[in-house]
């Protein structure tokens, strides 16, 4: 009973999506906030009935309940329990499950915590996120429906494939989800400013912290896929310009914009029109990635066909929310009253800038991945756009945005001293240039563009922090002032200079790809291979059984100059039953660089193929990745961007009160 | 009691809803979060003076803005407040109306399209009456054995049948192969082959499907399965008479009770009524078929029976050599080597006057290490 009740909960909660998109606008044209304030507790109890249904699906997928075809599909028995839950998003169906219960959460966190908003903007905005929910649960509902049943009940599920139960791809998804649904909210704060008509900077201050919220769980759900890919593909790449990961790059490069552009809306209410732009290109892009993925478009646009119902529900979803949004855009936006006109030289005109590069990345990305998509379906050609394509492209776009940044932070709002920026950021120049020539005498004759990128990096993490460090170094301070002050900065500052400094990690990560090492070779025991600065022997072959494999593992020895440093035992591994053969590669961490070694055909005279890299500074692209999520946290943490802001408001004035003063909170 | 639980989860929701609507309230006010919004900018501009941050003359300016900023935000609101209509007692019985009939009849209406409602959970741990044979252990156990030797050829042909039953036809089609290139030619697992092929294929018998099928006749032409496929392919590439025959002529040999016989002749009646164009492979699906018929006590039992069930088939006709076989390599791959010597024992009591298949059960028994 738990699996049609769940059901029924899920066309309940359609029912309740159809009320909460229409009544609270009525409600809102009618002047009439009885009315209106429905969508708090529709919002409330739609989230409650998705709660519940995702829990009887996981319920039915932890006791392989077969009857549920999706269960049969994807599950069975003797799978780990972790494996178990993860397989309940690890489907097509799921997955959208998933997707609209994340969209109810945020929802619902919005009408809980939206007491300090206006009530105004609180119900438009349900009322539109009661649209994106309507259209979800209906292409749920009737085209991919999580608890359809099938009698009989096959005795067991079919999927058994080893390569999916991976902690890495068990995570991934969620977190990818919470960024792109996180743009809904974004999306839908948008619409409802269209409708209204009112669009000021407090408008601009509730949506911070959500397109930050999107923007983290992007950031860490792209990286977490790249490094999934890096150690499971055994090709020892982390990104391949692949439409899946495009698919993901392209929403946060547009909220990279976003949130951006609302930090200067919120603080010179300039900007206006053009951030409820991105914030709707954000969501469509979002959208986009998600269908892009799940539709099976990418494997050949003919496999849309396949299941035509689907496809057709999925282009009436991109074609309303998309067009729909872009034609309420170009009626509405006129009428919103532009204010903040800017000069030439400010931090605002400087983060114009970075949003003209962000969205040209944007395009390019965009391009790449539906050219070859469009050519297909017109000619019926299949074309692909690599590597060689984004690096040329997109390189010199994010050179221009890196030398841009430290700039940018270091200008004043209104009216900056260009001068005085340049002078500031001198020094992060100078460490930079130290730096690529360091390099260029130190690895003498290494690639050109590696030196200039690393000398980018460092320019770029120095430059993060000149900003902070010029507003709290004061000559003749004692340090306890110059404490005080890092103390009161505030923390969206502090949050910028990490986010750019993380940004300048992970660029040094990719520049010194440059420096790193391939071995393609067929590989004797007891020979060493020089790898960089190491040396790699594989000193023996040995099999070992696992429950359902037999695999080789290559015992190696890493040395650096003699000495042992470290060994690493990269494994082939073969299902014999299902005839598969997988590497699994074998990575040792020295440093912040990698040595990767993964394996390939077995000899008769017992050597073995190889691939072998040194990566040196690998790590720091992931690292990078994590800090600039991190930057992000401490950004949301700022207490002007608290979601109950109004409370903390009265508080604060309390706090400037000069009868009573006060540190800052 | 379904039906009370989604009543009362519709009466929950409906409540919650309309409660909202008894609020008199009306009308939205100049919203306070506005001012309160610029009165945080004010505190923000003063802190930062506090704090060292910014000059005191450069926030006089900023404070100047912020007012000027808030004076323009309340003008918008303001002029937003004039219009504020009038009639609102029609307009909140319209609302509640389309909460407490609206809403349950588009949930139930959605929900009548796709639920099962008279359909219980069924977890698996419900579903196994008695014994603890599930096909995902024998696989795992097998998969085990195979992984220890991939050239075990016995093992390959232990789990192709369960992988076909499954409906993992490739993994079926993948085990077959492996059999019989370990173990030799088999005109049964040939046809096999064959079935899988053209399972994984939606039903239609590829040319691949067909190589294996017909290899198999070429083998042995009295296989029955081989047959079955043959006259499907025949049928699928139009030639409608031969096809008949075919049908017919297996229809002849087959065995009163036959699990394939309805399919043979649902394959006959369409021939002579409308044209079936596409092959529905209705042997396999046979045994889910008819598992769908019984009661969820008599399910369990038939599907433990996945294996016992050819051993009651046997029981009752116990001539065929072949089931026997596949029986004794079944229990010696499931572990259950008492039951597989208890076969041998029956199969010999069974076949005893056929010195050909005696000496075949001998081999496998030695091959297997069986006692007996």
């Known amino acids: 009973m738990i699996v049609e009740t769940g059901h029924y909960a899920l066309a309940l909660a359609l029912a309740v999506a159809l009320l909460q998109s229409i009544l609270p606008l009525w409600g809102t044209r009618s002047r009439d906030s009885g009315l209106a304030s429905i969508a708090v507790p529709a919002a409330i109890t739609q989230f409650l009935l998705l709660g519940y249904a995702f829990t009887a699906l996981t319920y039915a997928h932890v006791v392989s309940d077969f009857s549920l075809v999706t269960v049969a599909e994807n599950s069975l028995t003797t799978k780990p329990l972790v494996y178990k839950i993860a397989g309940v998003w690890g489907n097509h169906e799921g997955s959208m499950l998933l997707w609209v219960l994340i969209l109810a959460t945020f929802g619902a966190t919005v009408a809980i915590l939206g007491h300090g908003m206006a009530s105004e903007l609180r119900a438009n905005t349900l009322a539109v996120q009661g649209w994106i929910s309507l259209a979800f649960l209906c292409f749920i509902l009737f085209t991919s429906d999580p608890f359809m049943r099938r009698f009989p009940a096959p005795i067991e599920g079919q999927d058994l494939n080893p390569l999916l139960q991976d902690p890495g ?47 983290i769980f992007l950031t860490l759900g792209i990286a977490m896929g790249s490094y999934w890919a890096y150690y499971t593909l055994g090709w020892g790449g982390f990104w391949f310009w692949d439409p899946v990961e495009n698919a993901s790059l392209m929403p946060w490069l547009a909220g990279t914009a976003l949130l951006h552009s609302a930090a200067v809306m919120e603080k010179r209410e300039a900007l206006k029109i053009w951030t409820l732009f991105l914030a709707i290109v954000t969501f469509s892009l979002s959208l986009l990635g998600t269908f892009l993925v799940r539709s099976g478009v990418l494997t050949s646009v003919h496999s849309f066909a396949s299941d035509p119902a689907r496809g057709v529900f999925i282009l009436v979803i991109l074609t309303v929310f998309i067009g729909g949004s872009l034609a309420l855009y170009a009626w509405r936006a006129p009428s919103l009253s532009q204010r903040g006109l800017f000069a030439p030289v400010s931090r605002e005109s400087a983060l114009a800038v970075n949003n003209v590069l962000l969205a ?15 050519l297909e379906a017109l000619t019926g050609h299949k074309i692909s756009v690599g590597a060689p394509f984004f690096n040329l492209t997109l390189g010199p776009l994010l050179a221009l945005i890196v030398l841009l940044m430290p700039l940018g932070q270091s200008l004043a709002w209104k009216r900056g001293d260009l001068l005085g920026a340049a002078q500031r950021v001198t020094v992060a ?37 000149t900003d902070v460090a010029s507003r709290i170094w004061a000559r003749r301070q004692p340090a306890r002032v ?6 009161g900065l505030p923390r969206s500052a502090w949050g910028a200079a990490i986010a750019h400094a993380g940004l300048g990690l992970a ?7 440059g420096w790193g090492v391939e071995r393609i070779a067929t590989v004797k025991l007891g020979q060493a291979i020089n790898l960089g600065p190491y040396q790699a022997t594989v000193e023996n072959l040995r099999s070992q059984q696992g429950p359902n494999y037999s695999e080789v593992l290559a015992h190696t020895v890493i040395s650096r100059g003699g000495a042992a440093v470290a060994t690493v035992e990269p494994a082939k591994r073969t299902f014999p039953a299902r005839q598969i053969t997988v590497t699994e590669a074998g990575i040792v961490t020295l440093g912040f660089g990698q040595i990767y070694i993964s394996l390939g055909e077995q000899h008769a005279d017992g050597s073995i193929d190889a691939r072998m890299f040194w990566k040196p500074l690998v790590t720091a692209i992931w690292i990078g ?3 600039m999520a991190f930057g992000g946290i401490v950004s949301l943490s700022d207490r002007r961007l608290r979601i109950g802001f109004a409370r903390r408001a009265a508080r604060v004035r309390a706090a400037a009160n000069p009868a009573a003063p006060q540190p800052a909170e | 009691m379904t039906w009370a639980v989604f009543a009362m989860m519709t009466l929950a929701v409906v409540l919650a809803l309309a409660r909202s609507l008894s609020e008199r309230r009306e009308g939205f006010g100049v919203d306070d979060s506005d001012v309160a919004f610029y009165r945080g900018l004010l505190a923000e501009a003063n802190d930062d003076v506090r704090c060292g941050l910014v000059a005191p003359e450069d926030a006089m300016s900023t404070r100047a803005e912020i007012g000027r900023r808030l004076l323009a935000s309340l003008d918008s609101a303001s002029g937003n407040l004039l219009r504020v209509s009038r009639r609102r007692r029609p307009r909140r019985a319209s609302a509640v109306l389309a909460i407490v009939l609206v809403l349950p009849l588009v949930a139930l209406a959605s929900y009548l399209k796709v639920g099962a409602p008279s359909q219980p959970d069924m977890p698996t741990a419900s579903r196994r009456a008695g014994g603890n044979f599930t096909p ?47 173990l030799g030619e088999n005109a049964q697992e040939r046809a096999a082959l064959g079935q899988a092929l053209t399972m994984a294929a939606d039903g239609v018998v590829t040319a691949e499907a067909r190589a294996a099928i017909d290899q198999a006749l070429a083998d042995d032409p009295k296989q029955p399965v081989a047959r079955y496929f043959h006259a499907a392919a025949i049928e699928q590439d139009g030639d409608k008479d031969r096809a008949r025959q075919l049908w017919e002529a297996l229809e002849a040999d087959t065995p009163a009770g036959a699990p394939w016989m309805d399919a043979v002749r649902e394959h006959l009646d369409g021939l002579s009524g409308a044209t079936q164009s596409n092959v529905e492979p209705r042997h396999s699906s046979q045994t889910r078929d008819d598992i769908a018929a019984l009661s969820p006590e008599q399910r369990s039992d ?61 081999e496998l028994v030695g091959q297997l290490g069986l006692k007996g």
């Open chain 2, 302 to 362: 038939a599907i433990r029976g996945m294996v016992e069930g050819l051993a009651e088939k046997l029981s009752k006709d116990g001539l065929n050599l072949q089931g026997w076989l596949q029986l004794i390599r079944s229990y010696v791959f499931l572990g259950e080597r008492q039951k597989a010597e208890a076969a041998a024992a029956s199969a010999r009591a069974h076949l005893a006057g056929d010195a050909q298949a005696l000496a075949r059960i001998d």
């Open chain 1, 360 to 374: 040209a990345c944007c395009a390019t990305v965009l391009t790449g991945t539906l050219y070859p998509l469009a």
């Open chain 1, 429 to 465: 120049a100078l460490g930079g240039l130290v730096a690529a020539l360091l390099l260029v005498a130190v690895v003498r004759g290494g690639p050109v563009l590696a030196a200039v990128g690393l000398g980018l990096a460092v320019y770029l993490i120095v430059g993060s922090f």
């Open chain 1, 507 to 513: 660029l040094m990560g990719l520049a010194a790809t």
């Open chain 2, 136 to 182: 995902a252990a024998a696989i795992s156990e097998v998969e085990t054995r195979l992984a220890a030797d991939p050239d075990d050829g016995r093992g390959f042909q232990a789990i192709a049948p369960i992988y076909l039953r499954m409906g993992r036809f490739q993994d079926a089609a993948r085990a077959y192969r492996a059999a019989l290139r370990l």
């Open chain 1, 625 to 627: 990745a994590v800090i």
């Open chain 1, 482 to 487: 110059m404490l005080a002050r890092a103390v």
């Open chain 1, 169 to 215: 791809l068990a995570i991934h998804p969620p977190l990818l989800y919470l960024g792109y649904v996180g743009s809904s909210i974004v999306f839908s704060f948008a619409v409802a400013a269209l409708i209204s008509g009112r669009l000021d900077a407090a408008w601009a201050r509730y949506v911070r912290p959500w397109v930050l919220i999107a923007w």
